[in-house]
Antibody
């Protein structure tokens, strides 16, 4: 059975930092690209970041580039998202999702098929003073 | 790449045929996924690469389209289909979702 479990969410003040983690089991983690997707309360889905299976390629949404850092440890089947300089608009539920397919290169073209197949239940981040 | 999804919401009855559209701001081949999300739950993959049905998804769901125009169709709406649906372009990063379509009971 595949399990994807996020952790690390919580309440943080604007300008603060938080580190989210994701543990995956039941999939060949080292062969999957991994992703973070977030959802502000009552709003739609927003892709945040992706990392290829070997960490060779990482990409970020413009809204988080320079503040967030994605990383993975294939030996531990884990994915992290370091979030710095947090803003109120970063609040929401953060989902970890595995993906068949990955993006690469300077053009960030994605190899197909590309889809998010396994998702965690999400972890809530609240940025507020 | 912007994904413009319509309508933002719709009301329909059980048994109705429902179509949701997504338009891309540039040609993206067939690189679109469709997801279903119910309140408090993670999204669920329905369709990938525009028209491929994910394993285990009922055949009343179908997808079509290419280049800049894509549709998700539910041929006969069932009670469990009332949810919010999102398209996602996977042509290139940054990946972008459509704004969502909330399907409500009429």
């Amino acid at each position: 059975e595949v399990q994807v479990v996020e952790s690390g969410g919580g309440l943080v003040k604007p300008g603060g930092s938080l580190r989210l983690s994701c543990a995956a089991s039941g999939i060949p983690f080292s062969t999957y690209a991994m992703n973070w997707v977030r959802q502000a309360p009552g709003k739609g889905l927003e892709w945040v970041s992706s990392i290829s299976s070997s960490s060779s390629y990482v990409y970020y949404a413009d809204s988080v580039r320079g503040r967030f850092t994605i990383s993975r440890d294939n030996a531990k089947n884990s994915l992290d998202l370091q979030m710095d300089s947090l803003r109120a608009e970063d609040s929401g539920t953060y989902y970890c999702a595995s993906s068949i397919g990955y993006c690469s290169g300077s053009t960030a073209t994605c190899y197909q098929p590309f889809y998010f197949d396994y998702w965690g239940q999400g972890t809530l981040v609240t940025v507020s003073s | 790449i912007q994904m413009t999804q319509s309508p933002p919401s719709l009301s329909a009855s059980v048994g109705d045929r429902v179509t949701i559209t997504c338009r891309a701001s540039q040609s993206i081949n067939t690189y679109v996924n469709w997801y279903q999300q119910k309140p408090g739950k993670a999204p669920k993959l329905l369709i990938y690469t525009a028209s491929n049905l994910q394993s285990g998804v009922p055949s009343r769901f179908s997808g079509s389209g290419s280049a800049t125009y894509f549709t998700l169709t539910i041929s006969s709406l069932q009670p469990e289909d009332f949810a919010t649906y999102y398209c996602l372009q996977t042509y290139s990063a940054p990946l972008t979702f459509g704004g969502g379509t909330k399907v409500e009971i009429k």
